[in-house]
């Protein structure tokens, strides 16, 4: 098994007794094509799992509208009764179609559903954090969420989940929300390319508040591809180590979530947390968000 070290080192969420390696790992794609349906090969799914747990991942990101259900059902499958020091988070606030579509669910009676489909397919009495995902699928707004946040501090206050965080949001709704409660982590949409969150990940990191960034590789433009790719090239690693070794030396609030439904690339992404980028290549990556 690898050591805190290997995987990053270690971070604490605010105000809970919860610490992870920095590593962890997303179970989106363990669900079928579009995250939707079941997988091809259930049985290699929950062995990507088991290794991520032998590996010393002790961060799984998740929610029941991957598959929908199917992602939480094979989590409980691989790994239950899970690992004392294992921190499942879920996402609330959204729902999927028969079309496979993605569609907002934020209501109070949606997200108490929500609550009771985690748990029962988790086999969880309560959940250890979940992030409320609001604005749109990609990006924040700036709508209040008062409304949705309120339901979510009922649902706390009734012991089914234990901690609140916060996906896709602005640093103005961060702060509404910390007035409401406490949130101990924010996940957003932020690589080496897509920068526009660098003043908020700063903001939260002089909080103590952890990061997870989501899409490491997203909206990357043709000549930030070929720049990652030549840099990779460069000191021999995939452009995926590359990418998740920046986000790790960024800021040492960032905690990793990256996702695959592969051994091989789950292998891959843990050794990312081993690569020790310079300062040379530093410049150059951090020049890629400005092109």
């Excluded at 996906?167 to 080496?192: D, P």
Aim: hydrophobic share 40%; charged share 20%; with cysteine.
């Amino acid at each position: 098994m690898k050591t805190s070290t290997q995987l990053g080192g270690t971070y604490s969420f605010p105000g809970t007794n919860l610490t992870v390696n920095r590593m962890g790992y997303g179970a989106m794609q363990l669900s079928g094509p579009g995250i939707f349906g079941p997988p091809k090969d259930r049985d290699v799914a929950k062995a990507v799992l088991r290794e991520a747990i032998e590996s010393g991942v002790n961060h799984i990101d998740t929610s029941d509208f991957y598959g929908p259900h199917v992602t939480n059902q094979i989590i409980c499958e691989a790994l239950y009764p899970y690992p004392k020091d294992l921190v499942i988070v879920t996402k609330f606030g959204a729902v999927r179609g028969e079309d496979a579509s993605w569609i907002h669910a934020r209501s109070k009676k949606e997200l108490i559903a929500a609550a009771h489909d985690n748990l029962r397919n988790l086999k969880l009495e309560a959940i250890d954090i979940v992030n409320l995902r609001v604005g749109e699928f990609m990006d924040p707004d700036e709508n209040s969420i008062e409304e949705p946040l309120s339901a979510m501090i009922e649902l706390k206050k009734q012991g089914l989940i234990k901690h609140i965080g916060l996906s896709t949001i602005s640093q103005k709704q961060f702060e509404e929300a910390e007035k409401m409660t406490e949130i101990v982590c924010v996940q957003n949409m932020y690589n080496v390319a897509a920068r526009k969150d660098d003043h908020f990940i700063d903001y939260l990191a002089a909080k103590g508040v952890p990061y997870v960034p989501y899409f490491p590789l997203g909206g990357f433009q043709p000549l930030q591809v070929e720049a990652l790719n030549k840099i990779a090239e460069e000191i021999k690693a995939t452009p995926m180590q590359v990418a998740l070794a920046w986000l790790l030396r960024r800021s040492p609030n960032m905690l990793l979530i990256p996702g695959t439904g592969s051994l091989g690339h789950l292998r891959e992404n843990i050794q990312a947390a081993s690569l020790d980028l310079s300062d040379e290549v530093m410049i150059e990556l951090n020049a890629i968000g400005g092109k």
